[in-house]
């Protein structure tokens, strides 16, 4: 059982270059989630899905897109990268958006742009 | 907007101390508070709390969850080096759309031998 699994681990950018960072979880989760983790500033919300087909903002959705076509995947897509990007990003998963469905995360994606 | 914050940013302790956590919180239509250990890559779950007065205990750790002074605490007893980590805590709200998780900034426990 594989979990939440993102791709790449590591990533540098040049600013303007767009790239999707991956995310698939094999647990059958309806709700799954992008965060960003900065010094100091804890994990902080990204977009999320509650279902193949369904997304919405979080708090820093900005410069960021995310699609759910299927419901073991969920990428995350940079437009056009930007200094302020550089973070590391987290995909988490949950079996439902409610009463004892703690997140999953994955190993992080951490990403470098210039 | 909801706030959850944590104190204190980090503390030091040798193996054998408890540690005491905080985590206090402002958000509209609370559902439960979870805490998270993250040690070098993605955090893994610890507890979630639902109910005022009530402790979850796993082993040397354990926490509570205070509903009318909004806040909760995670204790650390008899620390090992293995509990270097940082602790996070998030709060849950009920949204129409999905539920939303608001996370603290975090404590950084380091447990020297």
């Known amino acids: 059982n594989a979990g939440v699994t993102q791709t790449p681990k590591f990533q540098v950018l040049k600013t303007g270059q767009s790239m999707t960072l991956q995310c698939a979880q094999d647990?059958?989760?309806?709700?799954m989630s992008w965060y960003r983790q900065d010094p100091g500033m804890g994990l902080r919300l990204i977009h999320y899905?509650?279902?193949?087909?369904?997304?919405d903002q979080g708090e820093v959705p900005n410069g960021y897109n995310v699609s759910r076509s299927t419901t073991e995947d969920f990428p995350l897509r940079l437009l056009s990268a930007a200094p302020s990007q550089t973070s590391v990003y987290f995909c988490?998963?949950?079996?439902?958006?409610?009463?004892?469905?703690?997140?999953?995360f994955g190993n992080g994606t951490r990403l470098t742009v210039t | 907007e909801d706030k959850v914050v944590q104190s204190p940013l980090s503390l030091v302790v040798h193996e054998g101390d408890t540690v005491t956590l905080n985590c206090s919180y402002e958000?509209?239509?609370?559902?439960?508070l979870l805490w998270y250990k993250q040690e070098k890559k993605a955090p893994t779950f610890l507890f979630m709390l639902?109910?005022?007065?009530i402790e979850k205990k796993s082993g040397r750790l354990s926490s509570i969850l205070d509903k009318k002074e909004l806040f909760s605490i995670l204790n650390i007893t008899a620390t090992q080096t293995g509990d270097s980590a940082v602790y996070l805590c998030?709060?849950?709200?009920?949204?129409?759309?999905?539920?939303?998780?608001?996370f603290g900034g975090g404590t950084r426990v380091l447990v020297k031998p």
């Open positions: 988490a998963s949950s079996k439902n958006r409610g009463y004892n469905s703690p997140l999953h």
């Open positions: 647990m059958n989760h309806e709700y």
């Open positions: 899905s509650v279902g193949a087909g369904i997304t």
């Open positions: 958000v509209t239509n609370f559902r439960s």
């Open positions: 639902t109910s005022s007065g």
């Open positions: 998030a709060v849950e709200r009920v949204k129409a759309a999905g539920n939303k998780l608001t």
